[in-house]
C-alpha cells in the first residue's frame, strides 16, 4: 500500500537524522474517528521565523496515515521538528510510529504497536518501543468521541553519555474528540506512562490539536504538546511544551 512505502522512507530519514545525538505517542484521534473505509491521509506543516532582536526560526513536519477496513485499522504516522536560535540549533526530534488495531467486540478493540524516536535536547540518541493494548470506546457521536486505552510496551532506549536500558513500562491513554456546527475540530489525547517495577519513574504526554477547515482539504491547524518526566537525564528539564500553527492537507 502506498502510505506504507511513504512510512518506510520516513522511517529511514530519522535513522538518518538521528545522526546528530521523550516525545508522545503521535495524535491521530481525530483521523480514527473517521468511519469510511479505505486509506485516508494527511500532512501537516508548521513554522515559525524571527528576526531582530531575537532570532528564531522552527519547521514540524507531521505525516499521519490509515487504512481501515472491516474490523481491521493500521496506522502509519511519523514526525519531525527541527529549530533554531541566534543560528545555534535547539530543537532536533523525531518520530515514526506503526499501529495495527482490531475491533474484536462492539466496544472493544486490540492494539500492537512499534515505535522508534530520537530527541537531542534531551540526550535521547534512540528509543524503541514495541507494545500492546486495549482500547475502549465509551462514546461516539456525531459530535463528541471519547475512548481511553489500557496496554504496556518494551522499551530499549539510549541516552548520551550513558549505557542502553531496557524497561517495561506501562501505558494508559484518555482521547477525546469533539466536532462543532461551525467545521472546527478539538482532538485531545493524554498519556500516563510509569515504569512497571517503580511507579514514580513516569511519564506524562499531553498532545491537543484544534482545527479550522479552509478549504475542502486543507485546515489551519492550531497544537499544543507537552511532554513530563519524572526523571531526567542530568542537566535536562523534567518538562517539554510547543505551541505552533501550521496547515493541515488530508488526501
Same mark, same amino acid.
Given at each position: 500500500?502506498?502510505?506504507?512505502?511513504?512510512?518506510?522512507?520516513?522511517?529511514?530519514?530519522?535513522?538518518?537524522?538521528?545522526?546528530?545525538?521523550?516525545?508522545?505517542?503521535?495524535?491521530?484521534?481525530?483521523?480514527?474517528?473517521?468511519?469510511?473505509?479505505?486509506?485516508?491521509?494527511?500532512?501537516?506543516?508548521?513554522?515559525?521565523?524571527?528576526?531582530?532582536?531575537?532570532?528564531?526560526?522552527?519547521?514540524?513536519?507531521?505525516?499521519?496515515?490509515?487504512?481501515?477496513?472491516?474490523?481491521?485499522?493500521?496506522?502509519?504516522?511519523?514526525?519531525?521538528?527541527?529549530?533554531?536560535?541566534?543560528?545555534?540549533?535547539?530543537?532536533?526530534?523525531?518520530?515514526?510510529?506503526? *499501529?495495527?488495531?482490531?475491533?474484536?467486540?462492539?466496544?472493544?478493540?486490540?492494539?500492537?504497536?512499534?515505535?522508534?524516536?530520537?530527541?537531542?535536547?534531551?540526550?535521547?540518541?534512540?528509543?524503541?518501543?514495541?507494545?500492546?493494548?486495549?482500547?475502549?470506546?465509551?462514546?461516539?457521536?456525531?459530535?463528541?468521541?471519547?475512548?481511553?486505552?489500557?496496554?504496556?510496551?518494551?522499551?530499549?532506549?539510549?541516552?548520551?553519555?550513558?549505557?542502553?536500558?531496557?524497561?517495561?513500562?506501562?501505558?494508559?491513554?484518555?482521547? =477525546?474528540?469533539?466536532?462543532?456546527?461551525?467545521?472546527?475540530?478539538?482532538?485531545?489525547?493524554?498519556?500516563?506512562?510509569?515504569?512497571?517495577?517503580?511507579?514514580?519513574?513516569?511519564?506524562?504526554?499531553?498532545?491537543?490539536?484544534?482545527?479550522?477547515?479552509?478549504?475542502?482539504?486543507?485546515?489551519?491547524?492550531?497544537?499544543?504538546?507537552?511532554?513530563?518526566?519524572?526523571?531526567?537525564?542530568?542537566?535536562?528539564?523534567?518538562?517539554?511544551?510547543?505551541?505552533?500553527?501550521? =496547515? *493541515?492537507?488530508?488526501?
Amino acid at each position: 500500500m502506498k502510505f506504507f512505502k511513504c512510512f518506510f522512507v520516513l522511517l529511514c530519514a530519522l535513522i538518518f537524522l538521528r545522526s546528530a545525538p521523550s516525545s508522545a505517542f503521535i495524535n491521530v484521534e481525530s483521523l480514527r474517528t473517521n468511519p469510511e473505509e479505505g486509506y485516508q491521509g494527511s500532512v501537516s506543516l508548521s513554522g515559525l521565523l524571527q528576526s531582530g532582536n531575537t532570532e528564531k526560526k522552527l519547521v514540524s513536519f507531521d505525516t499521519l496515515n490509515r487504512y481501515l477496513t472491516g474490523d481491521h485499522e493500521i496506522l502509519a504516522l511519523g514526525n519531525y521538528k527541527y529549530g533554531e536560535s541566534f543560528r545555534t540549533k535547539d530543537t532536533h526530534n523525531g518520530s515514526a510510529h506503526l *499501529r495495527y488495531a482490531r475491533h474484536l467486540w462492539e466496544y472493544f478493540f486490540a492494539e500492537v504497536f512499534a515505535q522508534v524516536e530520537f530527541n537531542e535536547f534531551r540526550s535521547l540518541i534512540e528509543r524503541d518501543l514495541l507494545g500492546v493494548a486495549a482500547r475502549m470506546r465509551w462514546f461516539q457521536g456525531e459530535h463528541l468521541s471519547l475512548f481511553n486505552g489500557v496496554g504496556m510496551f518494551g522499551e530499549k532506549e539510549q541516552l548520551k553519555g550513558q549505557d542502553g536500558t531496557t524497561d517495561l513500562r506501562g501505558n494508559l491513554y484518555l482521547s =477525546l474528540v469533539s466536532k462543532f456546527s461551525t467545521g472546527l475540530k478539538f482532538s485531545m489525547i493524554g498519556y500516563f506512562q510509569p515504569l512497571m517495577n517503580e511507579l514514580s519513574d513516569h511519564r506524562i504526554n499531553l498532545d491537543a490539536d484544534l482545527e479550522n477547515p479552509l478549504a475542502k482539504n486543507l485546515n489551519l491547524i492550531l497544537s499544543y504538546d507537552y511532554h513530563f518526566d519524572s526523571r531526567p537525564v542530568p542537566g535536562v528539564t523534567k518538562y517539554d511544551s510547543l505551541l505552533k500553527v501550521g =496547515l *493541515r492537507l488530508n488526501f
